[in-house]
């Protein structure tokens, strides 16, 4: 004979599983759980940080490397520069006509015409005719 009741208490066969049961303050602020998931992961990170300590101290010396050379390069093009400005004040110096005739006059006597010192030769006459 079955017997049904609809007043008695009902029990699940199964239990139930909610967002509740995950997020109990309980649970949380219980670190033996914990404990045993961070020591594995504390001797890995034991094990890569002096090597990233390495890797890190390597990168920042040849960064350092390379702006002390780029420094230098800037420096002696900037060397090369001050250079090539004298040497073109020089030049403009030099050929200057003031320094031309200046030149011309002492190292072969040459002095700037008078107008009637140069004649041009007239091939027709056969004779020199000077501009006035």
Not at 57 to 84: G, P
């Amino acid at each position: 004979m079955n017997y049904n009741n609809s007043s008695e208490a009902y029990m699940r066969s199964v239990a139930k599983v909610g967002l509740r049961q995950y997020f109990r303050p309980g649970d949380l602020v219980d670190l033996s759980g914990w404990l045993v998931l961070w020591k594995p992961v504390g001797r890995v990170l034991l094990m890569i940080f002096p090597l990233v300590l390495i890797i890190n101290m390597f990168i920042a010396s040849e960064v350092t490397s390379v702006e002390r050379s780029i420094v230098s390069v800037d420096n002696q093009r900037h060397e090369l520069m001050d250079k090539n400005i004298e040497m073109l004040a020089r030049k403009a110096r030099l050929w200057a006509p003031v320094n031309i005739q200046k030149l011309a006059g002492e190292k072969l006597a040459l002095q700037i015409d008078s107008g009637d010192q140069v004649g041009r030769f007239n091939r027709r006459s056969g004779s020199f005719s000077y501009p006035r």
